[in-house]
């Protein structure tokens, strides 16, 4: 039975001959993250999310809306309306469409229509938060996406009310035209206040002293 290290110096005094013993290394014993390295990872995700912005309102106005005009002779749905709509337009463009193609236009606003407002406000949300450093900038830039993803899930469900009852309510059509505009007005100010805030990021990165 091999003797430890203290009953050897006990047996043989000063002449013990005792192995090295080291501590086995620490694994990950230091985790350095830079900020420049969390600014990059951030910026990845601000960058995905653009692309992915891009895509869905490509992908819903450009494309399915765009391809429902079949479904109608020809007449936009009220979504591309950038500067609303009446109610006559509304009475004739439901004149147009079936059951099911109305039901079609429901199924885009929950799907597409709901998945562009939620992935453009959180994108932009963050595109604004990576770049505005002082916080009551970055809060005045954020209401313009808030209150687009708002007003534009709000304007969906309201352009189904509209288009549902046979004759077409004045009432629900000013509502959901007035918010259709107002969803396509807060979009544009997002998308300035994006710029505004990227200028801004890159206004700070050059006053921001390097490290040697």
Avoid: C
């Avoid at 993250?33 to 600014?39: E, Y």
């Avoid at 494309?63 to 005009?69: A, G, I």
């Amino acid at each position: 039975m091999a003797k430890t290290p203290a009953q050897r110096i006990k047996k043989h005094g000063s002449k013990a001959t005792v192995p090295a013993h080291q501590l086995p290394p620490v694994i990950n014993s230091t985790t350095s993250r830079s900020p420049q390295k969390a600014q990059g990872n951030s910026n990845l995700i601000v960058v995905a999310g653009v692309v992915a912005s891009l895509f869905l309102f490509w992908y819903l106005h450009l494309l399915t809306l765009n391809q429902m005009t079949q479904l109608s002779g020809g007449l936009a749905m009220p979504d591309s309306l950038v500067g609303g709509f009446s109610t006559e337009y509304v009475g004739q463009l439901r004149a147009a469409m079936d059951d099911d193609a109305r039901g079609q236009l429901g199924y885009v606003h929950k799907t597409a229509g709901t998945l562009f407002p939620l992935i453009f406000g959180f994108s932009w949300l963050l595109l604004i938060g990576t770049n505005v450093a002082v916080k009551t900038v970055r809060w005045a830039l954020w209401m313009a996406p808030i209150l687009f993803v708002i007003i534009r899930l709000w304007a969906n469900a309201a352009v189904d009310a509209a288009l549902a009852p046979a004759t077409p309510d004045a009432s629900a059509v000013a509502a959901a035209s007035a918010l259709t505009v107002g969803g396509w007005v807060l979009l544009f100010l997002s998308l300035m206040a994006g710029g505004a805030a990227v200028f801004l990021g890159r206004r700070d990165a050059r006053r921001r002293p390097r490290l040697p």
